[in-house]
């Protein structure tokens, strides 16, 4: 099949929620995706921040295929091997004490959303509101769409769940102010607003949540879903920050191109779950989980995060040259390789020209061209990536 059946198949028998590029991508190997037609691309976006040791990492798959041919399911009714030690690798490496693991990012908010009211319940007296921020992304579920501060995400699901407030991002004094004494019971927030153009939180706007949610016993969820696993040249974002949440949440990158999620917390407030509190039949499956061992594994050995810092670092100066060269190149933001370049024109057109040319990424927030390549990137393949896009700039 070439890329026009592919296409014409999708179009007829798939539910139309995507805007999808024509090309069919079928094979991957490190940076590079092949189309169905044969055409070879440099993958700066990764499956959306998913890939982030790059397609089809050799020791991803042998994890994989050693796990497949062993047990491919078995549900949470049983012990899970691969699953109990993600979940301590994951503990030993940050904040957490507990793991509970689902299959995506917005389950992963969905479970913290659920653990949040039930702690409380249990022990803020019934508290239940949630506060979460203008311009943020948490996902599709009707309670994380809700607290999706995005018109165009939210529209046409009315009446939205009850309990959920925006309120304004880097904004401390507003969200203070917003906070009801008898209501608020967790702020959620991204470290790093990606979906909504790489925007990047203040130090101190961090810093000034964590200590206004310890003032009042109220708790602090980092949606760490695109931020995590290594993404912005730290295991975890909040490492940045110096600003440890009670809840975070995990997803794309943690199965290695598999779907997995997870929602980790202290163990205080891991408590308000008990049995029957929550569940996912396929959360922490198996595979997935050997795939995530496999992810944790080599993140944390420690090159993959230093390649990443200097990676990010190289590709930023790089860009940084574009926007001299480039008036309509408004700003360049991110942390590691998590760069959001902010134009003053529409992006989509640039990123459709990029991909035409063999590179791509995409545009988020209108104007925001974003780059989440593999974290095992190199620099030559950076410059050849910067070559193709300084071309497309320089026809627009
Ligand atoms: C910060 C953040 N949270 C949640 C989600 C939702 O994740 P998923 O699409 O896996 O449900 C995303 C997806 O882009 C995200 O970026």
Redesign the pocket.
């Known amino acids: 099949m070439k890329n026009r059946d592919v296409a014409a198949l999708t179009e007829k028998y798939v539910a139309k929620t995507y805007t999808r590029a024509p090309i069919a991508l079928v094979k991957g190997r490190g940076t590079r995706v092949w189309d169905a037609d044969g055409k070879e691309y440099l993958d700066f976006l990764a499956g959306?921040?998913v890939n982030s040791l790059g397609h089809c990492n050799p020791a991803i798959v042998k994890a994989i295929k050693q796990q497949a041919s062993q047990l491919l399911h078995i549900s949470n009714l049983y012990q899970v091997l691969p699953q109990a030690e993600l979940a301590r690798e994951l503990c030993r490496h940050s904040f957490a004490d507990r793991a509970f693991f689902c299959?995506?990012?917005?389950?992963?908010?969905e479970a913290a959303f659920k653990l949040a009211r039930r702690y409380g319940q249990e022990k803020l007296g019934g508290k239940y509101e949630i506060l979460s921020t203008h311009n943020?992304?948490?996902?599709?579920?009707l309670a994380?769409l809700t607290a999706t501060g995005q018109e165009k995400v939210r529209a046409g699901y009315d009446p939205l769940p009850a309990g959920f407030r925006l309120v304004p991002y880097n904004d401390l004094s507003a969200t203070e102010a917003a906070i009801d004494p008898q209501k608020t019971a967790a702020i959620v927030v991204?470290p790093i607003?990606?979906?909504g153009g790489v925007v990047v939180a203040n130090e101190i706007y961090l810093l000034g949540l964590r200590e206004l949610c310890d003032q009042r016993g109220i708790l602090l969820i980092f949606?760490?879903?695109?931020?995590g696993m290594g993404r912005t040249g730290k295991l975890f974002g909040y490492e940045h920050f110096g600003v440890k949440p009670d809840i975070m949440?995990l997803?794309?990158a943690l199965g290695g191109g598999l779907?997995l999620?997870a929602m980790l917390a202290r163990e205080d407030v891991a408590q308000s779950f008990m049995p029957g509190s929550h569940a996912s039949t396929f959360g922490g499956n198996p595979v997935s989980c050997a795939a995530g061992l496999a992810v944790m594994n080599a993140l944390v050995k420690g090159g993959v995060l230093k390649n990443c810092v200097q990676m990010g670092k190289y590709f930023v100066k790089g860009l940084e040259a574009l926007k001299k060269r480039f008036s309509f190149i408004r700003e360049i933001r991110g942390k590691g390789l998590l760069i959001g370049v902010e134009l003053t024109v529409e992006g989509s057109k640039i990123a459709e020209a990029c991909m035409r040319d063999g590179l791509l990424l995409n545009c988020t927030a209108t104007k925001v061209l974003r780059f989440a390549p593999p974290l095992t990137i190199t620099k030559r393949e950076i410059d050849r990536g910067l070559a193709i896009l300084e071309n497309v700039l320089a026809r627009q």
């Open positions: 959306i921040a299959n995506s990012g917005a389950e992963a908010n943020s992304f948490h996902g599709r579920t994380t991204e607003q990606a979906e949606d760490e879903v695109q931020t949440t997803a794309k779907p999620g």
